[in-house]
Structure formats: C-alpha cells, structure tokens
C-alpha cells in the first residue's frame, strides 16, 4: 500500500539516515492535534498518512504529554521565532553535550595528571632523603679517615678535604638543577591543567617545591571544582537564555494576538460598514427590481399583464378581465397545450384575440413574446378553430316576444314588428393570381378586390346574422336571395335596409315587409312624406353602420387582407375569413349594446 506523506512542503522520503515516520495516533484528540498543526484545510489522515521526525522538537516524538514533541510544531507554515527558538535549542543542546563530554575528558586527564604529578613528588622525595643519608656516612668516614691519619699526611688529607668540597658543591649543584627541573614539572603540569580547566596561569599561586602532599591533592581538587562549575554556569546561562527566549517568544505571542485581535476588529468593523452598505444597496436593487418588474409586467406580452380592463378591451375588445378569464376556462377544456411551447394556453388566446383585435402581423408577435414566426401562425389557426366552432353559437336568430319587449324607443311607433336590420360591408384583399377569382372579387364602387358579407342585426343592435364571404362584384340583392336569411323570415316581420335590398318580393313570399328609402330615379324631388318617411328610417337604420363600425374596430378587417386568409385550409371546409368575421361578430356581441 502507498504511503503519503501528509506535511506541506517536507521532502523527506522513506531511506533517509536519521529520519523516522510515525503513523497519526489513534487517540481522537491527539489526532485532531496533529491535524490542526498540519494546517491542511479539509484534510482527514488515512491509515497510510505519514509524519517524520524532523517536525519535532528534536527531531523524536515524545510519548509525554507535558513535552514539546508530543505534538508536531515545526512546519514551513510556523513563525521564524519557533524556528530560531528550535535552531538556538538544537545548537544549546549540541554545545552542553560537547560541554559534558569536554569535562568527562578533562576531569579524567586531571586525575591522570594529578597521579602521576603526586608519584613524581614522591620519587624526588625518596632521592633526597637518600642522598642526604649519603653524605652523612660520607662525612662520618672522612672524619674518622682524618683521626687515624693525624696531620701525618697533611697534604693527603688537605687533598681529600678539598675533594670532600668539591663533592659537596657537585652535590649542591646536583640538588639545585634536581628543584630546578622538579619546578620545571610543576610549571608544566599546572600550565597544563590550567589550559584544559580553562583557568588563567598565575604564578603568585604557584606551588613550592616542598610542597606538601596534601597541598597537592587539594590543589587538584580545587581546579576539578572550578572546571564543573564553569560548566554549571554556562549550561544555567544556555538554560537562561533558552528561558529569555521562550519568554520573548510568548511576548510576541500576545503582541501578534493583540495585533490580530485588533486587525480582526477593524475587519469586523469595515464588513459591518460593508454589509450595511449592502443592505442599503440590496434594499434599493429590490426596489429598482420591483419597479422593473412591475414595468416589465406592463410593457410585456403576456397575460399577467393583461389585469386591467381598460388595457384587455384595447388589445382583445371584451369588455373587461373578467370575461377574458372566464372566456379562457371555458375553452381550455377543449383544448391541450404542445409540447416543448413557451407559452402559456392563455397567452396563446391573448395571441389569437389581439392579432384579430389589432391586426398584428405574425412577425410583430413574434417579436413580443420572443419565440419564432412560424409558431405564432400555428397558434393562430388552432384557436380561431376553436373559437369559431364556439362563438358561433352566439349568433343566433332572436325570439321575437324577446324582441318586443325589449324593443328600442326609436322602433316603437313606426317600426314596432321590425326584426332585423341588414346591410353589407366589404373586407379588402390581396390580388388574386387567376383571372377568374379577379373577376370575381373587384368591385366598381370600391375600385379594389375584396370579399363581401351580409349582416343582419336586431333593433337592439345585436349581430344574429352573418353571410359567407362573397366575392366584390355580387350585388345586396344576390346575397340577400342566397345566403339564407329569407329562411328566418315569418309573416309579419319587417326587414329594414338600404336602396340597393330590392328584395320586396322574396319578402313577400315569406309574408314579410321591407322598408328602404325612397328612390329618386326619373324624379325632381321626393314628397313630403317621402321625405319623412326616409327620414324616420334613416333615424333608424343607422345603428347596423354603427354596428358595422364596431365590427371594423377588428384592425384585420381594416387591412388589405393575404390569400392564405381568404381561402379555405386544407383541413376544414370554412375560409379564414368567415372564421374571423364570426369570431368578431361573436365578440362584439359581448360588448355593451350600442342602444
């Protein structure tokens, strides 16, 4: 299994000389020691982790608790203080052993020293007493030599004397040159162990030559103890010195703590500045969004815009919200939304209403609601199916006790079994290609193609009648015999209508009366009650061109309308355009009645 090798920048390897790896312990607290002095953000040992030695305090973990190496503190992320603190406790520990070893080896050269110092002394003792006892026996047979020979040989004995002086100064002079290299020895030796002790030589303290034994011994003595306590004094000023270190180490300590605990503060200090500017810029960007999104939810195109009644009548010409949302859960039963649309169904109607409302071009609402071209047609289509097949329910043929009794001020009187009012307006449209559907679609009195519808309201001014599309060139009196409204006609109805509804006799086959103004045609002038007649009709007939406006407010019927909205799609066998007009009949008829 690999090892990993967990401190930040130790190169040491497995196979270094002098260097050991310890596992982390399996003590939770010292573990969590050992971890926090790694200062590794995030990170956990495993049982492969490994820690050398030489991120302890002499370079050994301790089992001891109390000891400096029982947890690591030597990394490159500790301070240069520890460092030198450990460098300065590895050089003071390296100098006290060389110190102790030094002494062993001076204490035992003393002792060698002092011995054989303390023999030689002996020896020049012996060798003096010996000598002297010499001379005496010397002396004493001289002399006895002198008595037996009594002055008889004067000059013998004068010889003998003057040999007997010589001898002696010999002797002096041998006794002389043997102190002066026994000094010489004590010299050496004291210069010696003076060096070794570390004590400066002084020769006022110097030893005699007949000094005693016990001198010596005393001697040797005294400079062992002054060597042990050069050594006590240097290891207690090391000792002091690592003491003075350690004590400026927890000085720093405490300043840099300080330090930081006032750093901290100032940080503290600014963040709670910065954080209440913050909030204050929060607070006004909450604000500012708030404000955006309520403009937003003005100006975009969407539904949850649309809440006032004002803004869904411009774009949709229901009368208010309320009846757009009630519209919309009503048809979205019957309808299910694509896959993958960005739209909601209900965007999807305002879609369909305004573009028949406003008369958008599919480009524009693409661009509004920020999706492509080609859906806003398809979501176009869709609706408009659905909405024809249900809003043509709501043009329907009146009751005609309803109508009675609900019968206008301006009917009553004159006009009081009218039923209907009809007229015809025109829907502008794109040139047609062939020939035939040219033809067809021009129309003299509006110099333009377009298609033409039949309309026919009641005297309230609802729409309960709506023709197919015709081509421009049919006449009033063609589409009023051909699109069935003759068949909802009953015997005493009165239909009112313009010059060109000549259809007095298909009226009267259903035992109904038209009334239409007056023609002028090979006549100066009208008569008098002509002249009231059409006024009074004209008073009334008005409201179908008001009704006719209000269908106009639809800005598609406005505009110069495209083949693909007049002509029938392939999938349903009603045009485009009769789909539009009886949607816009439908919702007109929800507006407020114009009577």
Not at 18 to 26: D, G, H, L, M, T
Request: glycine share 4%.
């Amino acid at each position: 299994m690999p090892i990993h090798y967990s401190a930040f920048g130790c190169n040491n390897r497995q196979g270094l000389r002098n260097v050991s790896f310890y596992c982390f312990p399996a003590d939770p607290e010292l573990r969590q020691q050992w971890v926090t002095a790694l200062n590794r953000k995030n990170w956990k040992p495993t049982s492969t982790s490994r820690l050398c030695s030489t991120h302890f305090v002499g370079s050994k973990r301790s089992n001891n608790p109390l000891s400096v190496s029982y947890v690591p503190t030597i990394f490159t992320h500790t301070s240069v203080l520890e460092n030198s603190i450990k460098q300065f406790s590895d050089r003071s520990s390296r100098f006290i052993n060389h110190r102790r070893r030094q002494n062993k080896v001076i204490q035992k050269r003393v002792r060698k020293t002092a011995i054989v110092h303390k023999e030689r002394r002996v020896q020049v003792t012996e060798e003096e007493v010996v000598s002297e006892e010499e001379v005496a026996e010397e002396e004493a047979a001289e002399e006895e030599v002198v008595a037996e020979e009594n002055q008889d040989v004067s000059l013998n004995t004068q010889g003998r004397e003057n040999d007997i002086d010589v001898s002696e100064g010999n002797a002096e002079e041998n006794d002389v040159e043997e102190a002066d290299d026994q000094g010489e020895l004590h010299g050496t030796c004291d210069d010696e162990l003076n060096e070794l002790a570390g004590v400066p030589f002084d020769d006022e303290h110097e030893d005699d030559e007949d000094q005693s034994e016990e001198g010596i011994e005393y001697g040797t003595q005294n400079e062992e103890s002054n060597v042990l306590s050069n050594c006590e004094e240097m290891l207690e000023d090391c000792e002091y010195e690592i003491l003075q270190l350690q004590l400026d180490k927890e000085v720093l300590d405490k300043e840099v703590l300080d330090n930081h605990l006032e750093k901290q503060k100032q940080d503290i200090a600014n963040l709670s500045s910065m954080y209440d500017r913050c909030s204050k810029a929060l607070r006004t960007s909450a604000s500012n969004t708030q404000k955006l999104t309520s403009h937003l939810q003005k100006i975009e195109f969407r539904a949850r815009s649309f809440q006032s009644d004002k803004k869904i009548r411009f774009y949709t010409g229901l009368p208010t919200f309320a009846v757009f949302s009630k519209l919309f859960r009503l048809l979205s039963t019957f309808v299910e939304k694509p896959l993958h649309s960005k739209l909601d169904l209900m965007d999807e109607l305002l879609i369909t209403l305004a573009k028949l409302r406003r008369g958008y071009e599919n480009q524009d609402l693409a661009y509004r609601v920020g999706i492509d071209v080609k859906y806003i047609s398809t979501i176009f289509h869709r609706w408009l199916d659905l909405l024809y097949r249900k809003f043509k329910q709501l043009i329907m043929w009146p009751n005609r006790i309803a109508l009675k009794h609900n019968l206008p001020k301006c009917f009553r009187g004159k006009y009081v079994n009218a039923v209907c009012i009809i007229d015809c307006f025109e829907v502008f449209m794109q040139t047609p290609s062939l020939l035939a559907a040219q033809t067809a679609t021009y129309s003299h009195y509006k110099h333009h193609n377009n298609v033409k519808f039949l309309i026919g309201i009641t005297p309230t001014g609802s729409i309960y009648f709506v023709s197919q599309a015709w081509g421009g060139r049919s006449s009033d009196k063609v589409i009023t015999r051909h699109c069935g409204i003759l068949d909802n006609f009953e015997y005493g109805d009165v239909v009112l209508a313009d010059r060109g509804f000549n259809i007095s006799d298909e009226l009267a086959i259903c035992g109904a009366h038209l009334c239409i103004p007056a023609f002028t045609k090979g006549r100066d002038q009208l008569s008098r009650s002509e002249v009231e007649k059409t006024r009074q009709l004209a008073n009334v007939r008005i409201h179908v061109e008001r009704v006719i406006g209000q269908l106009k407010n639809f800005k598609i019927l406005q505009s110069v309308l495209p083949i693909r909205l007049i002509k029938k799609p392939d999938d349903t066998t009603v045009c485009t355009i009769d789909k539009i007009v009886t949607v816009a009949a439908a919702i007109t008829n929800l507006s407020k009645p114009i009577i």
